[in-house]
């Protein structure tokens, strides 16, 4: 344990590990997220914590339709292409292997295991670095069956994105 006992305890909470993935035109992104909850049962909304700064936000602002791909832990180099911020590697989507999603046509990743594609409701300032986009699911598919246990987290990749 560190002198700082908030850090530690939010560092224990589990976090799923997805790309968001959003479009604007013919402008696409997907980066990497783990602060993500479903919010309600009706409709169904779903709220992920992105960084104010980073290029996606603009992009779902403006376009406002957003995907969270969900990959397996068994398939976890499939996301490891789109870790990388747009600042860093600006051709990260022409590298990139997805599909259009049916209902919105943002990017569906290959080797996804699930996509929920979403309408973008609102964009909440909360204060802080990061803005909570809440959007309402309008479409899902599943290319690959899995359970919770099975959905790739931080966990099994060692890494941190807490405190």
């Known amino acids: 344990m560190s002198d700082d006992s908030i850090r530690d305890a939010l560092k224990m909470m589990p976090y799923g590990f997805y790309a968001f993935t959003t479009k604007n035109g013919v402008d696409v992104n997907a980066m990497v997220v783990n602060w993500v909850s479903q919010m309600s049962y009706a409709p169904r909304l779903i709220a992920v914590g992105i960084q104010k700064s980073c290029y996606s936000r603009g992009v779902v602002e403006a376009g406002r339709v957003f995907g969270l791909n969900l990959f397996l832990q068994a398939d976890s180099d499939a996301i ?15 590298d990139a292997e997805y599909s259009p999603a049916p209902e919105t046509g943002v990017p569906v990743l290959a080797g996804a295991a699930a996509v929920i ?18 959007g309402e ?8 069956e899995g359970a ?6 931080l966990t099994e990749l060692g890494w941190s994105y807490a405190g």
Do not use: F, W
Request: hydrophobic content about 40%; glycine content about 6%; charged content about 30%.
């Open 117 to 134: 594609e979403c309408r973008v409701t609102q964009i909440v300032d909360v204060g802080g670095d990061h803005d909570i986009v809440v």
């Open 80 to 94: 490891m292409p789109v870790t990388s911020g747009r600042a860093k590697k600006p051709e990260k989507m022409d």
């Open 137 to 144: 699911a309008v479409s899902a598919e599943i290319m690959k």
């Open 148 to 153: 919770p246990p099975d959905v790739l987290s």
